[in-house]
């Protein structure tokens, strides 16, 4: 059985870093394709970052710069460094696992609130 289990969400002033981790079991991160999602309240869910299966990394434009996407493969956890964060940030944030052609395992989600 496929888990995705998160951890590291909280409340954070305007400005700080939140790191999220994503613990993965039932299925290795290696050769997937993985991301990041959030949604705010009254939002569409939106992808915040990605990592392809070969290392290509992409990211929302409004992340750019600030959020950084990994993982350990030693671990089988994936990451997203969020630095400098904004009030918009605020969302519940959520891992993914894509297995090709069209299987997706997803977190439970995290809240990540930033105060102004």
């Known amino acids: 059985q496929v888990q995705l289990v998160e951890s590291g969400g909280g409340l954070v002033q305007a400005g700080g870093s939140v790191t999220l981790s994503c613990a993965a079991s039932g299925i290795t991160l290696l050769a997937l394709d993985i991301g990041w999602y959030r949604q705010a309240p009254g939002k569409q869910r939106e992808l915040v970052a990605a990592r392809r299966v070969g290392g290509i990394t992409n990211y929302l434009d409004a992340v750019k710069g600030r959020f950084t996407i990994s993982r350990d493969i030693a671990k089988n956890t994936m990451y997203l460094q969020m630095n400098t964060l904004q009030p918009e940030d605020t969302a519940v944030y959520s891992c993914?696992?894509?297995?090709?052609?069209?299987?997706?395992?997803w977190g439970q989600g995290t809240q990540v609130t930033v105060s102004s």
């Open positions: 993914n696992v894509h297995k090709r052609p069209a299987t997706d395992y």
